[in-house]
């Protein structure tokens, strides 16, 4: 029988001692308190780290509304099944760990009572702050609501943000210009677009290509744009089809998201069409997955790591009182080409 007293929580005078502060100092801190003189940043930034090391957590019961730090971030998802959203959460999670904070999910794309019962939560304050991660019509309203009760929020791949929200995104514009320009310098001139227009950042992919092709290739085929319902491999797998079956299939295909070309490779591999030899399939986003499938899969590159990086730094410097007043309120990252065997040069007619 094991007799052995449970080990007791971290106290804030344990806090104190792995930081080598006072306990007053790391209370003042951890609670949000105002401080008689200044604590430097690299103060503030050790204490958090030791009460992480040490799992400490302030009581969330015992603070009131107005005091102290919950050391919870909210997390709203528009779709928790894509794999996008998975890397995203991971490195989000991951980079507010190392600060001290836990991260909170709710998948807000799908269950209404799910979103009711997140409302309540920010009602009751238990979060410091929230990531929004990506657009949609209830994620709008959501962001708008939560602003009454959370004065902490970032936007993460969100192409329209709300006013007063800083953004972290992407330059889907170029990514797109990125894929084309590789294409079309490999030879190709039918290149066909596998497109989803629910979500602003997809739109946008969709509005880059059709300028782009514009000005590059006369009387471009209607149907070589395949607008999907949604964002997954049955959709790209139809789509792709879709082209194949045309009396003058495409020699390459752009395809929107990673996951929508990984169903455009099976299509291509049930109809027997080799890919690059045949048929050369570009995605966007480089998620994990991307290097693994066959042909490994030439793409664009989303970097979800830095972005989540730059996300929690801000939301972070945000909950501290340490964001100065003259920050940016949007951060437009840069996407780059990974190329792999997915595309070739066309054949010769």
């Avoid at 998620?287 to 929690?312: C, D, G, N, R």
């Amino acid at each position: 029988m094991n007799t052995s007293s449970p080990r007791r929580p971290p106290t804030l005078a344990d806090v104190a001692a792995r930081a080598g502060v006072s306990k007053t100092t790391v209370s003042r801190v951890l609670n949000n308190r105002p401080s008689p003189i200044p604590i430097r940043r690299e103060t503030v930034e050790r204490i958090v780290a030791a009460a992480a090391e040490l799992g400490y957590r302030p009581s969330p019961t015992a603070r009131g509304p107005t005091r102290g730090r919950s050391y919870v971030l909210g997390m709203l998802l528009r779709d928790i099944g894509d794999p996008f959203s998975h890397e995203v959460i991971d490195a989000f999670s991951r980079s507010v760990k190392t600060r001290g904070y836990r991260v909170m999910l709710s998948n807000v794309g799908s269950d209404p009572t799910e979103e009711e019962y997140f409302l309540q939560l920010f009602s009751d304050r238990i979060s410091d702050g929230v990531l929004v991660l990506g657009d949609s019509p209830r994620s709008e309203r959501l962001t708008t609501a939560i602003a009454d009760t959370v004065k902490h929020i970032v936007g993460f791949a969100q192409d329209n943000p709300l006013p007063g929200v800083v953004s972290v995104a992407l330059d889907n514009a170029q990514g797109t210009n990125l894929a084309l320009d590789y294409l079309y310098g490999l030879g190709h001139q039918r290149i066909a677009h596998i497109a989803c227009t629910r979500y602003t950042d997809l739109r946008l992919r969709l509005e880059a290509y059709k300028q782009y092709m514009a000005a590059r290739v006369l009387g471009l085929p209607e149907d070589y744009i395949q607008v999907v319902p949604s964002n997954s491999l049955s959709s790209g797998r139809q789509a792709m089809l879709t082209l194949l079956d045309m009396a003058q299939p495409p020699t390459a295909v752009y395809v929107t998201t990673d996951r929508l070309a990984l169903g455009a490779l099976r299509a291509a591999a049930e109809r027997g069409v080799r890919v690059p030899t045949e048929l050369s399939i570009m995605g966007f986003d480089d998620l994990a997955f991307s290097e693994a499938v066959w042909p490994p899969l030439t793409t664009v590159h989303y970097p979800i790591k830095e972005m989540a990086q730059k996300a929690a730094e801000v939301l972070i410097e945000m909950i501290g009182g340490r964001r100065p007043a003259d920050a940016p309120m949007s951060y437009i990252m840069k996407p780059t080409l990974v190329v792999r065997a997915s595309c070739a040069a066309p054949r010769a007619l």
